[in-house]
């Protein structure tokens, strides 16, 4: 079974997450971990990256590099120097994949043409921004700093400098209809350039808004029937649009899906650097977890110290835990997983009686070697895998 180990990760390819922790506001639904700076030494955050990913490629040599996400935070904020360096070494230290997918996410409000320019001359060929809403009134109790004019703005620049651009809308918002939802998500489809993420507002523990929720402060969200209605209606007009969801919430036309993103859902291996960055990395003693300190400062300065890393390695998975987190990742994707993957891991058949009752009842299908989620079982994600789980 180490054999199988080792290799494992090569099926879904190798990825670099950066994390910019930095916002110029924090939004009140935003669980990611972002801080408000006054001030950033942006030379000292580009000496920190380039040093952590040369620890990480001592570890990792001779690989090819199939995608570089830089996230956030808001990423755009970054100095273009920072990203080309970052760029530059790590497509130094290992080696990219011809068709090697760069993004980087950027807020409306951060966007200026020069900047995507230079952007786009580091090696960004990808770019998501994030508009959340199309009008005025929602962005701003969605506690967004930018217009419907700067989100359009930008999304122009974006498409006249990149070959690749996504965007990201939340819907189910605050007393937010069917038919309004309809209509923006047409004129949303109007604009994509093949890639749409789509989220559900969800209200998160240690966020403004749940804060407001528990005070009775936060009115109109969709009641459980409406919130499954909004899933439903999106799901139709995107697919009769062509760009179907190849993942819960990422939607995209043919050839269009994130590389990066199914480096996770596939079970793939990925470097993470910045702050509260996670990354899994296959080694010689099994396929490790890695998990940075959240503090920024923190993180920095433990990334600038010679004698260790800012991002510390965990003890290797267990098989059954690698199975599990296999299974997690892959039933979001609309491709499914490989039983044989799974079984090889857990070294025997994995919930063949379980698996059997959910396709039964439509949840689930089971074509040669792939399980994947049906359509009518994909609002029942979570639990559709606390079943077969409890069964491996």
């Given at each position: 079974?180490?054999?199988?180990?080792?290799a494992?990760?090569?099926?879904?390819?190798?990825?670099?997450?950066?994390?910019?922790p930095?916002?110029?506001?924090?939004?009140?639904?935003?669980?990611?971990?972002?801080?408000?700076?006054?001030?950033?030494?942006?030379?000292a955050?580009?000496?920190?990256?380039?040093?952590?990913?040369?620890?990480?490629?001592?570890?990792?040599?001779?690989?090819?590099?199939?995608s570089?996400?830089?996230?956030g935070?808001?990423?755009?904020?970054?100095?273009p120097?920072?990203?080309?360096a970052v760029?530059?070494?790590?497509?130094?230290?290992?080696?990219?994949?011809?068709?090697?997918?760069?993004?980087?996410?950027?807020n409306?409000?951060?966007?200026?043409?020069?900047?995507?320019?230079?952007?786009?001359?580091?090696?960004?060929?990808?770019?998501?921004?994030?508009?959340q809403?199309?009008?005025?009134?929602?962005?701003?109790?969605?506690g967004?700093?930018?217009?419907?004019?700067?989100?359009m703005?930008?999304l122009?620049?974006?498409?006249?400098?990149?070959?690749?651009?996504s965007?990201d809308l939340?819907?189910?918002?605050?007393?937010?209809?069917?038919?309004?939802?309809?209509d923006?998500?047409?004129?949303?489809?109007?604009?994509a350039?093949?890639?749409?993420?789509?989220?559900?507002?969800?209200?998160?523990?240690?966020?403004?808004?749940?804060e407001?929720?528990?005070r009775?402060?936060?009115?109109?969200?969709?009641?459980?029937?409406?919130?499954?209605?909004?899933?439903?209606?999106?799901?139709?007009?995107c697919?009769?649009?062509?760009?179907?969801?190849?993942?819960?919430s990422?939607h995209?036309?043919?050839?269009?899906?994130?590389?990066?993103n199914?480096?996770?859902?596939?079970?793939?291996d990925?470097?993470?650097?910045?702050?509260?960055a996670h990354?899994r990395?296959?080694?010689?003693?099994g396929?490790?977890?890695?998990?940075?300190?959240?503090?920024?400062?923190e993180?920095?300065?433990?990334?600038?110290n010679?004698?260790?890393?800012?991002?510390?390695?965990?003890?290797?998975?267990?098989?059954?835990e690698?199975?599990?987190?296999?299974?997690?990742?892959?039933?979001?994707?609309?491709?499914?997983?490989?039983?044989?993957?799974?079984?090889?891991?857990?070294?025997r058949e994995?919930?063949?009686?379980?698996?059997?009752?959910?396709?039964?009842?439509?949840?689930?299908?089971?074509?040669?070697d792939?399980?994947?989620?049906?359509?009518?079982?994909?609002?029942?994600?979570?639990?559709?895998?606390?079943?077969?789980?409890?069964?491996?």
């Amino acid at each position: 079974m180490a054999e199988v180990g080792v290799a494992d990760w090569q099926q879904a390819g190798f990825g670099l997450y950066v994390h910019w922790p930095f916002c110029e506001s924090k939004c009140p639904y935003c669980d990611f971990n972002s801080h408000v700076a006054k001030t950033v030494d942006h030379g000292a955050w580009r000496t920190a990256f380039l040093a952590e990913l040369r620890r990480y490629a001592e570890l990792t040599p001779g690989r090819v590099l199939r995608s570089i996400f830089f996230g956030g935070g808001t990423p755009s904020l970054m100095e273009p120097e920072t990203v080309a360096a970052v760029i530059s070494e790590a497509t130094a230290l290992w080696f990219p994949a011809n068709d090697i997918e760069i993004t980087l996410e950027a807020n409306p409000g951060s966007v200026e043409a020069g900047r995507f320019v230079a952007y786009r001359a580091a090696g960004v060929n990808r770019v998501s921004l994030g508009i959340q809403a199309l009008n005025d009134t929602d962005l701003r109790r969605l506690g967004r700093k930018h217009s419907l004019d700067e989100a359009m703005r930008a999304l122009q620049i974006a498409r006249k400098e990149f070959s690749r651009v996504s965007f990201d809308l939340i819907y189910a918002r605050q007393d937010q209809s069917l038919a309004a939802w309809q209509d923006e998500l047409k004129r949303a489809l109007d604009l994509a350039a093949g890639h749409l993420s789509l989220y559900q507002l969800t209200i998160e523990d240690g966020t403004v808004f749940a804060e407001r929720m528990a005070r009775g402060l936060l009115h109109g969200l969709p009641e459980e029937d409406l919130a499954a209605d909004f899933y439903h209606l999106t799901q139709e007009i995107c697919e009769s649009a062509g760009m179907p969801a190849y993942e819960i919430s990422n939607h995209a036309a043919p050839g269009q899906q994130s590389i990066h993103n199914l480096i996770y859902w596939q079970g793939g291996d990925y470097v993470g650097i910045g702050p509260g960055a996670h990354g899994r990395l296959t080694l010689a003693s099994g396929r490790h977890p890695t998990e940075a300190p959240r503090a920024p400062g923190e993180w920095l300065q433990r990334a600038s110290n010679p004698s260790g890393p800012g991002q510390d390695i965990q003890p290797a998975l267990a098989w059954d835990e690698r199975a599990i987190e296999y299974l997690l990742m892959g039933l979001r994707i609309r491709q499914g997983i490989s039983m044989a993957r799974l079984d090889a891991m857990l070294g025997r058949e994995a919930a063949r009686s379980e698996i059997a009752a959910l396709r039964d009842m439509g949840m689930v299908t089971m074509q040669d070697d792939a399980l994947a989620v049906t359509d009518s079982g994909r609002p029942l994600l979570n639990a559709i895998l606390q079943r077969i789980v409890n069964a491996i």
